[in-house]
Each structure stands twice: as C-alpha cells, then as structure tokens.
C-alpha cells in the first residue's frame, strides 16, 4: 500500500512539472532556440530584402543628370555675350503648366545674367533667345498603404510538450509618395539665322512634396546644373558632330 501511494504521488509531480519544462523554451526543444537568429527566418528575409530595395530607389533621388551640346566652328563665340530673351513651351502632356514655368523661366535668366548676357536689353528680333522645356514625369507611383503591424507565427511539437512561437514587424513609416521627375531643357539660337548654338538638358528624380523639393528649390538646383561651367558642353560633345 505504501509503495503503490509512492509511486502516485511521482507520477502526480511529473505530470505537473511536463508544462513548465516545455515552455522552457520558446520554440519547444525540437524547434529553435533562444540563440537562433530571427533574420534568418523566411518572413525577416523577406523584410530585409524589401528594405535593401527601398533603399536602393531612394539612392536615385536628389541626383541631376546633365547633358550639354555646343555648335561647331565660329558660331559658339557668340555665346556668353550680348543679349538674350527666354521664353518656354506651352504645350505637351506632360509640360510644366505656365503658372509653375515662371520659377524655371527666372532661374535660366540668373544663370545667363551670371555668364554674361544680358536679358534686360532683349528685343524680338536680334540678339540671342534661349527657348525652355520642362516637363515632369511620375517614374514610381506612390506606395499603398500597409499594415503596420505584420508577423509569423509558429507551433512546435516536441517528444516533450507543446510550444508557441510569435514574431512580429512593426513599421510605421508612412507609404512613400510618388517619385516625379522634372527636367529642364533650353536651346539657345541665333535669331538672325535661326542656328542652334547650344543646347542642354538636365534632370532630378524628387518625392512629390517633399521637404526642400517645392518648385523654386528643383528650378534653382537644374538650372545651377545645366549652366554649370557655360559654354562649355559635357565631354565637348558638339551639335552637327
């Protein structure tokens, strides 16, 4: 009798010490322990790889690319010098509206007031006229919104219990909007003889509404780019080359 109440009583104690020994650990024994890395888990890789690419598009933003063209022989020397007008398209998909070009107009005329024309005296007949395009193009649409809590959860059956595993993302970062770009062309001609002296482009990936992108910032920062150096063309490719 003595042995068999013995023998109860350790059998009550081992069933009651089961649950606690198989929490132990979070993923239960044949499952992943306390030192196994949550990057290296299928749902963590996915995370980090969104990341790596999202980094990767945000490289792009704020870089100008710049491409300039000057005339061959004799007709480049009237560059830099005498007077100039500036004027802008009106028309195409995707242009500027007119309210908007004024910004881009103003900064052109800064840089060729600093090279050294003269934009007070220009007349519409004689002199120089430096025509403008800018146009803006969305290159990513904005992102949806997300959940900003996601995760995984996990259930593991060992020889010894049962446990539970939860792993849990929290990103509360707003959506990005869309990336626009914006690019700024001019084409400087002789009005006398209506020939192309010289021609550029310059273009800037932004976040529409961002901080330090409004359209006085973008117009100063192609503008500044474009007549970095005038006349003088990229690489000294020339037109009619």
């Known amino acids: 009798m003595r042995d068999r109440s013995i023998f109860a009583l350790l059998a009550v104690l081992a069933a009651a010490a089961a649950p606690a020994t198989a929490m132990a650990r979070p993923g239960g024994w044949d499952g992943p322990s306390w030192g196994d890395s949550r990057w290296d888990r299928p749902g963590w890789q996915d995370n980090r790889s969104s990341a790596r690419r999202l ?112 792993a849990v993302n929290v990103d509360f970062t707003k959506p990005l909007p869309p990336l626009v770009s914006t690019r700024l062309e001019a084409r400087i001609r002789d009005r006398a003889t209506n020939t192309v002296l010289w021609e550029g482009r310059a273009e800037v990936a932004s976040r529409e509404g961002a901080d330090g992108w409004g359209e006085q910032e973008i117009a100063a920062r192609l503008a500044e780019a474009l007549f970095d150096g005038f006349p003088r063309a990229s690489d000294s490719p020339r037109l009619g080359g």
């Not at 910004?103 to 800064?110: L, N, P, Q």
């Not at 395009?133 to 995760?151: D, L, W, Y």
Request: charged share 20%; proline share 3%.
């Open 55 to 166: 980094e990767s598009r945000r490289s792009d933003e704020g870089r100008v690319q710049v491409a300039r063209f000057v005339a061959e022989g004799d007709a480049a020397q009237a560059l830099g010098h005498g007077a100039i007008a500036v004027a802008s398209g009106t028309e195409g998909q995707d242009y500027v509206p007119q309210g908007n070009r004024a910004a881009y107009e103003a900064a052109v005329v800064d840089q060729l007031v600093h090279a050294g024309y003269e934009t007070a005296k220009a007349s519409q007949t004689d002199g120089q006229l430096a025509e403008l395009t800018v146009t803006r193009t969305v290159i990513q649409p904005a992102e949806a919104k997300r959940n900003p809590v996601s995760g995984e959860a996990a259930v593991s059956v060992g020889n010894r219990g049962t446990a539970y595993g939860l």
